[in-house]
């Protein structure tokens, strides 16, 4: 039982370039999310997947897109990455989508665009 | 706009002593309120949930008070550990139903 995983684990990209990053939960959860962590800010909503075939922009949407391929499965893409962008992204999956349900997490990706 | 504070100054304290973490927010009405544990270059990690209705929660060393007048929740960290230093950060539902979560807060315990 891995829980959430999440690749790759670093990634260095030049600006323009765009890049995928995977993640996948075993708990079948129906509620999936990617976060951004900035020094001194907190966790922030990029996106949402409330179930399969649903997704849903958080707080700060702009510059990415989301795909829930199934229930394990939830990809973010940097179209065409900027510096503003590097940042420690994390995906998280609950079993529901309220704030009753405990989120758990995967280790996170550190991405620098320079 | 919404606003959750967590303490802006990191927390240093003796070995054994009590951490007292504060959580403030603006512009919520949580239902729930939820505390997690991030250790450096790891994900967060749940620790506890509060009902608004629940004063206090406990789980062995720790306790939770939520406080929807005061819009306030405390953490407490008794008889501390230098394993329990970690950053600290509250999340509480948003009014579409989502987590927000605060900054964090940094405590470091002293052997």
């Known amino acids: 039982n891995a829980g959430v995983t999440q690749t790759p684990k670093f990634q260095v990209l030049k600006t323009g370039q765009s890049m995928t990053l995977q993640c996948a939960q075993d708990?079948?959860?129906?509620?999936m999310y990617w976060y951004r962590q900035d020094p001194g800010m907190g966790l922030r909503l990029i996106y949402y997947?409330?179930?399969?075939?649903?997704?849903d922009k958080g707080e700060v949407p702009n510059g990415y897109n989301v795909s829930r391929l199934n229930k394990r499965e939830f990809s973010l893409r940097l179209e065409s990455a900027a510096p503003s962008q590097t940042s420690v992204y994390f995906c998280?999956?609950?079993?529901?989508?309220?704030?009753?349900?405990?989120?758990?997490f995967g280790p996170g990706t550190r991405l620098t665009v320079t | 706009s919404q606003k959750i504070e967590q303490n802006s100054e990191a927390l240093n304290i003796q070995e054994g002593k009590t951490a007292t973490l504060t959580c403030n927010y603006t512009?919520?009405?949580?239902?729930?309120l939820q505390w997690y544990r991030q250790d450096p270059g790891r994900g967060p990690v749940f620790l506890l949930l509060?009902?608004?209705?629940?004063k206090e929660k406990r789980k062995e060393r720790l306790k939770v008070t939520f406080d929807t007048t005061l819009k306030q929740s405390l953490f407490h960290i008794t008889a501390s550990q230098p394993a329990d230093s970690a950053t600290y950060l509250c999340?509480?539902?948003?009014?579409?139903?989502?987590?927000?979560f605060g900054a964090g807060t940094t405590v470091t315990v002293r052997a």
């Open positions: 998280a999956s609950s079993a529901g989508g309220q704030g009753l349900y405990e989120q758990y």
């Open positions: 512009n919520y009405s949580p239902a729930y």
């Open positions: 708990m079948n959860h129906n509620s």
């Open positions: 997947s409330a179930s399969e075939g649903t997704t």
């Open positions: 999340a509480l539902e948003a009014n579409d139903y989502k987590l927000s």
């Open positions: 509060i009902r608004e209705n629940e």
